[in-house]
Each structure stands twice: as C-alpha cells, then as structure tokens.
C-alpha cells in the first residue's frame, strides 16, 4: 500500500503493530532511558536520519526513538525477507515515511533504499543508519557512477554479478544522465555513518584502507554491547526460532553442521547443543578453531561433514561456504540455512542453474530443491537470514543494547563530526549501555572502594578495562 511519501503491505495492520511495538518497549530499557534524558533536549533536531535495517517491531522503538530525538526520519529494510508488516504500517501510520514489505523484489528493494535516502527537495541525509552497508554501498557506487560518467560521457559497462548487484547497477545507470551530480551532493551532505552488521563493518574498512570512503563511520558492531550480545545472545535464540518456524524439526538427535565460530557462530552452536544436536564446527581461523575445540566441538571441514550433517548454517560473513556441488552431495533432506547477513553464503545461483534440478515451494520461505538422483534439501529463506525471513529476528531486549549503541554513536557523530575514517564508540559508553540493562534484570552491582579503585588503576565510576581487553 503506497501513500503519499511511504510504501507498505498493508496499513490496516497499524493497530497490531502498534500492540507488538508496546509489548517490545517494556523489554527495550536502553532506547526508552535515552527517550527519558534526551527527550526534551532533542539532540537530533534539525538532521535528516535515513535508515537501512531490517524493518522488524524492535527496529520500529528504535525510529520512533529516533523522532523523540528530533530526528526527520526515513527508512528502508536491509533485507527482502525481514520486514514486519504490521511494524511497517504502524510507523507508516504515525506520519514516518518508511518503504518495506515482506518480499521485495531485488529491484523493488533498491527502490526501496533509494527513496529512504532521498528526503524532499532532492536532499539526501545528514545521518545514516546502516545495517550490512547498503545505504553506504548505494551512494559510493552511485558517486563513483556519476565520476566516470562525468569524465567520458558515458556509464562503464555493469560488471557481471549477483541478481542483487545487478539490480543495483540498473538503478544507479537509469537516473544518472538526468541527475548526473545527484550522489555527489548526497555525499557531500552525509555527516556520517553507523554501522550495525559485521558485513557492513568489513566494506567501511575496505573502502578506508582503499582510500575510497566518502564520510566518517562509526563502527557499532564492534561495540562489546552489540557483538557479545547481539550477535551471541541474539543469534542463540533466534537461529532456532527461524528453524522450527519453518520446518517443525526435532533437532535433538541430529548432526549440525555451523560454519564460522565468531561471535554469531558461538551462539549458533551453544543454541544447537541446548537442543540436544551433535554439533561441528568448520573455521579458516586457528584461534576460533581452537576455542570451538576447547567447548567440546568438532572441528571439520564441509566436505567432511556432508555425509553426516543433517542441518547446515553459515554464519561466516564470506562468499561461497556452501557451494553448489555440496548441495549435490547433502543426505537426503538436509536442511540448509544462513544466519550471516548477506546471501552469498550460499551458492544460490548455481543451486538453481543445475541441470535437472526441480524446486518446490513449500510454504513461504522454505523451498524444497530435488536432485536429479532424487535426493532433496530444504533451502530456507532463499539463502538470506534464516532468523528474519523465517522468524523475527533477535529478542528485544538484545536489540535494545544494539540500537542505544546506534543512537549514541549518531549523537558522537553530530557532536564530534571527526574527520572521514571508521571509528568505534568509547568503552565509558559501552559500559553505559550495559548498565542502563541491568535495572530490569534486577542485577546489582558491586562498587568499588577508593582504594581498591586506586589499587586496580581505575576510576571507582568507569571505564573498568582497557581499551584491548577481550571479553
């Protein structure tokens, strides 16, 4: 349902929405203590916010934060799979202009980012929040676009790629002749950036080491509060959330196979062995592969585990972990899914592109693909995020840490405005965000003496560890 400066499913799903987004504020104590404090100061006022992160219920406190702020808020969803429609409509409702639905085509999604980055008047934002670099990735390639056009008259021949980076060529190419100088000026307004997502991080500090990045970034991801909780806590219960959302299996019992033991890769595993799974584990990575060792895991390699493993999960962040040709070797109804942000994990490409293989929908999001030989897997969101295109995502209360570090790290932005380069928010504001969730867990902290204080080299109030420490 389009409006006049919004696209959604379907508005009359506003009320439910609106239910669910009060449920989820009781469990969100970070983004409504900076509601309380900033509230009536409203740092934000007076900037323009565009937003790239999957439009889900906890995404929808974290934009009405946002305006309470003083934010001119626009927003798309990172993720063809992730919106909520209901979260969507009832953001719509209140006059926000927001462009997701569940389901977006590729093309229908770049539209999507395009108009959430493109305020009225033609502006483009001061701000950005972005969830696996799209917002970011649009205005670079649409800058570097209008650069060579600029110089030659003419739009350099699309690389060959995935459907997704197709799609946004097309869109870049299509508007360029006529608004040549379009992300030029979008950049040049942009203040900054803050990144939520692993992914995004790494493409910030390409683009950095590369001397490509057109405005300063903060790094979110990394912040202690978001990569120890979001990405470990927040995956250990959404990742079989997403599972037995979408095929009612018993995972007791069975063999599962998790690419990558990082943060999200840790909590994958913890969560499987809960079910009662066998869990293996394959890393590039000795340190990872040692600790995943040290839990009790097994550490192999896909190829080895093709014969055994019943249920598949990358959570690696790279390209081309489960290929075609492992597909073709899988048990019979192996179940393959992702949890890392972006689909090539998954050779979904080359799934479909072999010679007769035969897909089968099965409900939405779950697609049976049948082998020649007659054997078959379960593919589940198409290859993208199992936890938001099978279920909803992260609990709130793990995305309430996640999101305080975003509007924190847009408020440094305005108030820092650092030169261009990718930075991570101080450990005094990490600690805060810990400590603004700890109240509603009923948690009570020890304190320390002066002495002890001066004993350990700390201020009795904070920061407790050095910038290096590893927790």
């Given at each position: 349902?389009?409006?006049?400066?919004f696209?959604v499913?379907?508005?009359?799903?506003?009320?439910l929405?609106?239910?669910?987004?009060e449920m989820a504020?009781r469990e969100?104590?970070?983004?409504?203590?900076?509601?309380s404090?900033?509230?009536?100061s409203?740092?934000?006022s007076?900037h323009?916010?565009?937003?790239?992160?999957h439009?889900t219920?906890e995404?929808?406190?974290?934009?009405?934060?946002l305006?309470e702020l003083?934010a001119?808020?626009?927003w798309?969803?990172?993720?063809?799979f992730?919106?909520?429609?209901?979260?969507?409509?009832?953001?719509?409702s209140?006059?926000?202009?927001v462009f997701?639905w569940?389901?977006?085509?590729?093309?229908?999604?770049w539209?999507?980012?395009?108009r959430a980055l493109?305020?009225p008047?033609?502006v483009?934002p001061d701000l950005?929040?972005d969830?696996?670099?799209?917002?970011?990735?649009?205005?670079?390639?649409?800058?570097?676009m209008?650069?060579?056009?600029?110089?030659?008259?003419?739009i350099?021949a699309a690389?060959?790629?995935?459907?997704d980076e197709?799609?946004?060529?097309a869109n870049?190419?299509e508007?360029v002749p006529?608004s040549?100088?379009f992300?030029?000026s979008?950049a040049?307004?942009?203040?900054?950036?803050?990144?939520e997502?692993?992914?995004?991080?790494?493409?910030?500090y390409?683009?950095?080491?590369a001397?490509r990045?057109?405005?300063?970034?903060?790094?979110v991801?990394?912040?202690?509060?978001?990569?120890?909780f979001?990405?470990?806590y927040?995956?250990?219960e959404?990742?079989p959330?997403g599972?037995?959302r979408a095929?009612?299996v018993?995972?007791a019992g069975?063999?599962v196979?998790?690419?990558?033991?990082?943060?999200?890769?840790?909590g994958?595993?913890?969560?499987?062995?809960a079910?009662?799974?066998?869990?293996l584990?394959?890393?590039?990575d000795?340190i990872?592969?040692?600790q995943?060792?040290?839990e009790?895991?097994?550490?192999?390699t896909?190829?080895?585990a093709?014969?055994e493993?019943?249920?598949?999960?990358t959570?690696t962040?790279n390209r081309?972990?489960?290929?075609?040709?492992h597909?073709a070797a899988?048990?019979?109804?192996?179940?393959?899914?992702?949890?890392?942000h972006?689909?090539?994990e998954?050779?979904?490409?080359a799934?479909?592109?072999?010679?007769g293989?035969?897909r089968?929908?099965?409900k939405?999001?779950?697609?049976r693909y049948?082998?020649?030989?007659?054997h078959?897997v379960y593919i589940?969101a198409?290859?993208?995020?199992?936890?938001l295109?099978?279920?909803t995502?992260h609990?709130?209360?793990?995305m309430s840490?996640s999101?305080t570090?975003q509007c924190m790290?847009?408020?440094?932005?305005?108030?820092?405005?650092?030169?261009?380069?990718v930075?991570r928010l101080?450990?005094?504001l990490?600690?805060?965000v810990?400590?603004?969730?700890?109240?509603?867990l009923?948690v009570?902290?020890?304190r320390l003496?002066?002495?002890?204080?001066?004993y350990?080299?700390?201020d009795?109030?904070g920061?407790?560890?050095?910038?290096?420490?590893r927790?």
């Open positions: 349902m389009a409006g006049s400066d696209k499913a379907d508005l009359s799903l506003a009320p929405g609106r239910r669910r987004i504020e969100m104590p970070g983004l409504m203590s900076l509601r404090k900033y509230g009536s409203k740092p934000l007076g323009r916010v565009s937003g790239s992160l439009m219920t995404t929808a406190v974290l934009i009405e934060t305006v003083g001119d808020v626009r798309a969803s990172c993720n063809i992730s919106t909520q429609d209901d979260a969507a409509a009832a953001v719509a209140k006059g926000v202009p997701a569940k389901g977006e085509t590729a093309e229908e999604y539209w999507c980012t395009r493109t305020f008047g033609g483009g950005i929040v969830d696996g670099g799209d917002a970011t990735l649009m205005i670079h390639l649409g800058w570097e209008e650069e060579a056009f600029a110089k030659t008259g003419s350099p690389s060959a790629g995935s459907k197709a799609a946004l060529d870049l190419r508007a006529s040549p100088s992300w030029h979008v040049g307004g942009v203040i900054g950036v803050s990144e997502t692993t992914t995004g991080v790494h493409r910030l390409q683009r950095e080491s001397g990045l057109l405005f300063p970034a903060y790094n991801n990394d912040s202690v509060t978001k990569s120890k979001d990405n470990t927040g995956c250990r959404s990742l959330d599972i037995k095929t009612d018993m995972v069975k063999t196979l998790v690419c990558g033991y990082g943060e999200v890769g840790k994958c595993c913890q969560s499987m062995r079910f009662g799974a066998r869990v584990v394959t890393e590039i000795p990872c592969a040692l995943a060792v040290m009790g895991y097994e550490v192999t896909v190829e080895d093709l014969l493993a019943n249920i598949f999960v959570a962040g081309d972990v489960i290929t075609a040709a597909m899988m048990k019979d109804q192996a179940i393959v899914c992702n949890i890392g972006f689909d090539n998954i050779q979904m490409d799934l479909e592109a072999l010679p293989i035969v089968q929908n099965i939405p999001q779950v697609d049948v082998f020649p030989d007659g078959c589940l198409e290859g993208r995020l199992v936890n295109g099978c279920a995502g609990p709130s209360f793990v840490n999101f570090n790290a847009l408020m440094a932005l305005l108030e820092e405005r650092p030169a261009i380069g930075y101080p450990k005094k990490d600690e805060e810990a400590r603004l969730h700890l109240g509603q009923g009570k902290l020890t003496t002066p002495e002890q204080a001066s350990i080299g700390v009795a109030e920061p407790y560890k050095p910038d290096h420490y927790y």
